[in-house]
């Protein structure tokens, strides 16, 4: 058997047999469905390589996860300790197990996830372990934490969702804009995530942005999701995956933006994110997912247009409307420095005096590098006291050499 596929297979399946197991027994057991669905994986695992994968390993999947559950509810009713497990609904149903009744539960399932009764981080951690099948070793990772921190943060967010009574259901008509903003927000910090990751070494996670965007995609497919803010937070995320190929070496190492060969980019994706923001452009409501993923689609742009680096500076400067961070104003500054010279961008951003700051040091490298070599100098080794990859570590001694 081929040693890759249960691997692929946990990705995409774990959440679809999870999801469906909850709308059977209800979110607030959410740890006993995936206790099912990983003994449904260890199942296949021990199966496979002696018995050949089956001709549908997906169908297999679901067919032993379904019979593991039912195995556990003629227990509890044998043992009278039916409050245990609630059966909500026919767990022969075929339909629910179907193509649409699969795609129906992962969607009820991202918004149960994003109640905003939980706090961010427990929102995005769920995500990872739910929606991406992250190991707590992974999710510890991806959030600079002790796995033992997060199986306590997963535990306390399982409780909150336990106690609330929070259902797998849509959200009511008056609901569904704040619901999807909070859906929207989770599923971008899981792109972020992947974009820029200190988790096992890898910078760039290109299989959780492809997940995060295959969600999008799923967003998408319900009507009152289909918003403009949800089609320019797609097109957002298609502008930079469609850097990927020319953003990182085959060792690892971060290839920096103005030193990509555009000729890697992929063309299709900018296309499609063009056609996305395009649609999303209805209408008179404006988000911070339309403003990025106009600066995204500026950088798909080629130098010899004189109005990019001032368009993107404007939007940045826009964007500071929808909340600071440390990214918006430092990526700012740079544009700054493309339009009004390194003078000026210096001294904007040494007035922020973010001395613990890797990217701040990484920009002020950049913006001594012509006219102060050994200033340069200085903040790129500040800048490798402080970065935790190996590819960043990598870049920033090549820069120091």
Known sequence: MDQVDVPHLFRSEFRRITSSLCRYHGIAHLQLAEDIASETFLAALET?????????????????????????????????RTDEVVLATDMTDEAAWSTDGLHDSQLRMMFALSH????????VGLALRILCGFGIQ???????ASEETISKRLYRAR??????????????????????DAVLNTLYLLYSEGYYSECHDTVLREDLCFEAMHLVRMLMDYPPANTPATRSLYALMCFHASRFRARKQVTGELILYNEQDRSQWDHALIAEGSHYLHLASSGDILTRYHVEATIAWWLTVDESNTSKWPSILSLYEHLQHFGTSPMVLLNRNYALYKVEGAATAISETEKLGWMGNQFYHALLAVLYAPSDPVRSQEHY????????????????????T
């Open 116 to 123: 905003p009764s939980l706090p961010a981080e427990s929102q």
């Open 159 to 180: 409780e909150i969702l336990r106690i609330k009574g929070v259902q797998m259901e849509f959200p009511e008509t008056t609901q569904i804009s704040q619901r999807l």
């Open 381 to 400: 080794q500040e800048t490798l006291k402080l970065v935790k990859t190996r590819g960043d570590i990598d870049l920033i001694r090549k820069k120091l």
């Open 138 to 144: 992974e999710i510890a990772s991806a959030f600079l």
């Open 48 to 80: 496979w390589p002696y018995r050949g994968k089956p001709d549908n390993p997906a169908a297999w999947l679901h067919r032993v996860a379904r019979n593991k559950a039912l195995n556990l509810l003629k227990r509890a009713g044998r043992e009278q």
